[in-house]
């Protein structure tokens, strides 16, 4: 529950897949995930950025501002249901409890399990963006913001296309 499967995330991975998804989710419910996706295509659609990959016959210009508000969401949710979900939120549960907390309710105690969630993630966010991505990370505030570990506020901005 709640996270992109690994084994899947890993073979797109090693086949340097990850930055040519067009759209991704991998939420806690099919219902939530096919619904962020089904939206994702459906502003693609109304954009008009569609799901065309670049090509040699297409002019190098910098892409459209909803190319690049797509490629933004589709990186944050990598970041979000893959990384912190499937990977990152049992390790910050297992510190919770170890400091007397409730993963699912550490109220105004949050603070340093929180920034253990944002070290991890951006760690984790600067080695996509360079890897797959071939950008950097302008900017990144990542939050608990419920003081639980259920879900996590990530948003990141990346550089523009290299």
Known sequence: PNGADN???????KRSLLAKLAVFGGWNTAGNTTGTVLAQC????KSGSGFRVSSSETPA?????????????VFERLV?????????????EKSAREQGLSP?????????????ARRELRGFA??????????EIQ????????????????????????
Do not use: C
């Open 42 to 45: 459906a502003a693609l659609k």
């Open 139 to 162: 900017h990144s505030e990542i939050t608990l913001p419920w003081g639980r570990s259920f879900e996590a506020d990530v948003r990141i901005d990346l550089s523009a296309e290299s």
């Open 80 to 92: 979000d249901d893959w990384f912190y979900q499937s990977q990152v939120r049992a390790k910050i």
């Open 7 to 13: 084994v899947l995330m890993a073979e797109l991975e």
């Open 104 to 116: 699912l309710n550490m109220e105004n105690e949050a603070a340093p399990i929180e920034a253990l």
């Open 126 to 135: 600067q080695l996509l963006a360079r890897r797959h991505f071939k950008t």
């Open 61 to 73: 210009s910098s892409p459209q501002p909803s190319a690049s508000l797509n490629r933004q969401f």
